[in-house]
């Protein structure tokens, strides 16, 4: 049986020929066939994941065996169909394929489907059809629970019975049943299907062995729902002082080396530690790399979640780099992480910068996912719904990154608040490589200024040529509690607090 790596290469070798073969095939108007020698003889795929992502319009693909998670996903208008069992995730963030399973579908199939169809023949798992918001997932056979969990549009029919849950937080679109269903959750309502409505679902269908019965039901959303408010991060990193280790300082004119190279080749340089976060992307001349959901420029990292995964191809090709939110997404295990990366590094080019965003609870599992898999950074969000503390969440970044990531892979920590040179320098110092923050609304490239050259003073003050000079012993907490969390020497005491020590 080989190996996950050798798995990981055969996929990415696959789709790196995957371009040329569907323009030869196009131009012939053939349908390109995945899984059988050019004779004709059945060779099955076995395992292989996230192949034939970013399908284009007018393409056909066939393929054979097991495959494994992401399969043609982030599709443009292409037609696969696929001979065998698919793990999870299948046509997900679906844009116009026309996708059919011809055996079983593992979990969250068509998940944040936009337009398109996806047929499952023979069931599907848990999750299928979660966040579509358009488009057709008909699926014959049994589903799994919370089937059309969150789903905003789009039709989901099924010929069998679903688990618990079905629909659960769904805010639009419609889930037809043709089995026994389970009652649903708040907020979404069972009612029989209008004559009206079984017609224009059967013409949808086509098929007439896919038609649904005039009993079917359709579960549809009740009203609106209500969003948890979870904890916030309500401290700065205004308890922690920087203080030089040397006797010298710097002349204030000195110039300080500040750049961060994110990447091994081709690697991406910021100017500062910093990658401002600008949701709708840079809209004047600044020069400086940042992290954004739209309109990403060429040297942009973008952000791939559960809203826009239907646009990841698009996304990804424009950017440097693109920063997969897991914690957007439904749990992804280490095969379906491998699948997405191999679908959006497939289609990002072999250069783009690939990282991981994550609560800073889960730093540890992000730190070591991040390096297992090869990624350039791990991004650890301070306001993950904890209500952590700043100060607290120092140790645990900088321990777990010093344990789980090499070289290679930088930790990074995500700020609720605008930094200030003193924040990046405080971060540098606890080994984090660089800070992400949302940015003000105006003058951004004043901002970055005025940063840079704070953190050039305080580099000057403390002696120090470069920020990689900069270490916890440049660190002191200004007060206990501080202290107690961060395990920093408190000031005037100049050693951290007991209990640090304590086994």
């Known amino acids: 049986m080989p190996s996950i790596e050798e798995v990981v290469a055969s996929s990415m070798s696959i789709n790196s020929r995957l371009p040329a073969q569907l323009e030869k095939a196009l131009e012939r108007n ?19 994941m996230g192949l034939c992502p970013n ?9 054979l065996g097991n495959l494994g998670p992401f399969t043609a996903a982030f599709g443009q208008g292409g037609t696969f169909t696929h001979q065998g069992d698919v793990d999870s995730f299948l046509g997900a963030g679906n844009n116009g394929n026309r996708i059919t399973c011809e055996r079983t579908a593992g979990p969250c199939a068509a998940y944040g489907q936009r337009s398109g ?8 798992g848990d999750d299928a059809g979660a966040m579509m918001s358009g488009g057709l997932l008909v699926i014959r056979g049994d589903s799994g629970i919370r ?12 010929h069998g019975d679903v688990g618990g849950d079905p629909g659960a937080g769904m805010t639009g679109g419609r889930i037809i049943i043709n089995g026994r269903c389970p009652s649903p959750p708040p907020g979404v309502t069972l009612r029989t299907l209008k004559k009206s409505e079984v017609k224009e679902i059967n013409d949808l269908l086509g098929e007439e062995d896919l038609h649904i019965p005039a009993d079917a039901v359709c579960l549809a959303p009740d009203g609106d729902p209500i969003e948890g408010i979870m904890a916030e991060c309500r401290e700065d990193l205004s308890g922690i002082s920087l203080i030089p280790m040397t006797t010298k300082h710097n002349p204030s004119y000195s110039t300080c080396d500040t750049v961060v190279l994110i990447g091994e080749e081709d690697a991406l340089a910021l100017p500062i530690p910093l990658l401002p976060y600008v949701p709708k992307g840079v809209q004047d001349d600044l020069f400086h790399p940042c992290i954004v959901r739209e309109n990403p420029r060429d040297c942009d990292i973008v952000i791939v979640d559960s809203l826009n995964i239907a646009d990841a191809a698009n996304l990804v090709q424009s950017a440097a780099g693109f920063a997969i939110d897991l914690d957007s997404m439904p ?20 250069i783009a910068k690939s990282m991981l965003i994550r609560g800073v609870g889960q730093t540890s599992s992000l730190h070591s996912d991040a390096q297992h898999h090869g990624l350039d950074a791990a991004i650890s969000v301070l306001n993950d719904g904890s209500g952590i503390s700043s100060a607290a969440s120092l140790p645990t970044v900088g321990r777990s990154a010093s344990a789980s990531l090499e070289e290679n892979c930088l930790a990074s920590m995500w700020l609720p608040w605008s930094a200030t040179s003193e924040d990046l320098a405080i971060l540098c110092a606890s080994n984090v490589a660089f800070t992400i923050c949302p940015a003000p609304d105006e ?7 005025q940063v840079t050259a704070g953190l050039s003073a305080q580099l000057n003050r403390l002696g120090l040529a470069s920020i990689d000079s900069l270490a916890r012993a440049n660190l002191r907490a200004c007060d206990q509690d501080t202290a107690a969390v961060s395990g920093l020497r408190l000031a005037g005491y100049d050693r951290p607090m007991p209990h640090w020590f304590a086994r």
């Open 30 to 48: 053939i349908v390109l066939r995945i899984g059988w020698t050019t004779n004709g003889d059945p060779v099955p795929k076995d395992g292989e």
């Open 55 to 63: 399908l284009p319009e007018g393409s056909k693909v066939r393929s």
């Open 117 to 124: 169809r996806i047929t499952i023949l023979d069931g599907a």
């Open 147 to 158: 089937i059309g969990g969150g789903m905003s549009g789009g039709d989901i029919v099924v």
């Open 331 to 350: 749990h992804l295990d280490g095969a379906a992480l491998d699948g997405i990366l191999v679908a959006l590094r497939c289609i990002a080019g072999p």
């Open 443 to 449: 003058n951004i490239a004043g901002w970055i200024a």
